[in-house]
């Protein structure tokens, strides 16, 4: 059933630009955006397609709240990644933040995200479906770029496919690494860019990334992404191949990361 939006809607924004566009695509949409900025990085861009933005850390669940309330938000988007590592250094935690994680009995992704949204929940504010304006980033069956994989890289290719799905199911990561069928690196706490950094070292080059949707995939808060620098990092570390979910996966500056493929020799598939 399509959801029928408010003319004012909240926006949670991690890093990257997929908040920007997500707000721009918004207000092109006649919709007003109020945006709880968690990172420095797009803060000044949020501002071009926000009638106001918000300043906050992850861990200020009261003060988010708050202004939540005060702004008759009643349905948010949450968008861009916030590093799960944040947890691990400690930041600083409000009590509502430091009640909800002794709630978890893991703090993976999925049971971190679902507390935060039976939280919103109870002071009247829907999660909204984080695609509702960027589905046209969603990528199609095929070969994305002008490089085809070869025989081999298929089967590796679909290989990392089964990989990624099975530790997708224990919602440890996204992203594996593969090279002649055998696994280099599973995604864990690191993200996607430092775990291809890490299997392709040790497949010395020629390594295929594959990203996929999590079985479960809750796309409230979750759906994987790449962009140019994921293909960076793979030019870096003489990765020839990433292959992504059809459908299910989303490309950051799609124009500008197909040319930097084409031009790097690059294979990008969607299966």
Known sequence: METILDSKIGLIAGNGQLPVIWAKNAKENGIEVISISLSAD?????????????????????????????????????????????????PKFDAKAIELLKQAKRLNDDAVMLLAVSELEKI???????????????????????????????????????????MGQVDIGQTVVIKDKMVMAVEAIEGTDRC?????????????????????QDTRFDVPAF?????????????????????????????????????????????
């Open 42 to 90: 797009n803060k000044k861009d949020l501002k071009k397609y926000c009638s106001k933005v918000y300043d906050f850390g992850p861990g200020e669940i009261e003060k988010i709240s708050k202004i939540l309330i005060s702004e008759n938000i009643k349905q948010l988007g949450f968008i861009g990644k916030v590093h799960k590592g944040l947890i691990l250094r400690r």
């Open 124 to 166: 009247g504010i829907t999660v909204i479906d984080q695609t509702i304006f960027i589905k046209n980033l969603m990528v199609p069956t095929g070969v994305l770029g002008k490089h085809k994989p070869t025989k081999e890289q298929e089967e590796d290719a679909k290989y990392g496919f089964w990989v990624a799905k099975a």
């Open 196 to 216: 291809i950094e890490r299997g392709a070292k040790i497949a010395s080059k020629g390594a295929v990334i594959v990203k996929t949707a999590k079985p479960s």
């Open 227 to 271: 962009g140019l620098d994921t293909l960076k990092t793979m030019k870096k570390y003489k990765a020839s191949v990433i292959a992504v979910e059809a459908g299910k996966t989303i490309i950051v500056d799609q124009q500008k990361t197909i040319d930097y493929a084409n031009s790097n020799n690059i294979v990008v598939i969607a299966l």
